[in-house]
């Protein structure tokens, strides 16, 4: 199960995702975040992140590791907040492509959790999840990525 999000530029409001306060966002498509989530024959415990970034990204194999161990907790706090048996994680492989340079203001962490919950809401659940639940529990990811 595949799904993307795009990178968004805060004009004015900056964590308005956390508190739903009023700001002025420019979307684009021109910089997205992917995540699939897929079964593999591995029944490790934890799911396995694999973490890519497109070329022009400066980004440090060290910084893209601890992005990978971050993408498995999300994912383990996601099946708390989405209140399914942490066990689905089982054998699991995250991949995620993205072109959103991390910790540049573009939203790469708001990209990351959104395209995060609808695939593994839909990887889950084996059919198209409605808006209001990606919103939900994309915000629900958004704190734990930055805090209350």
């Known amino acids: 199960m595949s799904a993307t999000a795009h990178a968004k530029f805060i004009i004015c409001g900056e964590h308005f995702v956390m508190y739903r306060a009023k700001c002025i966002v420019v979307p684009t498509e021109c910089f997205s975040t992917r995540v699939t989530l897929r079964n593999t024959t591995n029944k490790s415990t934890f799911p396995q992140a694999i973490c890519r970034f497109d070329a ?57 959790s959104c395209a995060l919950v609808q695939a593994f ?23 734990t990525w930055h805090g209350p």
């Open 56 to 112: 022009n990204i400066d980004i440090t194999s060290a910084e893209i590791e601890i992005y990978q161990n971050h993408i498995s907790k999300l994912l383990e706090r996601l099946c708390k907040i989405a209140c399914v048996p942490r066990t689905v994680l089982a054998g699991i492989e995250c991949q995620v492509q993205s072109s959103i340079p991390p910790g540049q203001g573009a939203g790469s962490s708001s990209a990351l």
């Open 121 to 143: 809401l839909e990887f889950i659940h084996k059919h198209d999840i409605g808006r209001q639940y990606i919103d939900f529990y994309s915000r629900q990811l958004e704190n």
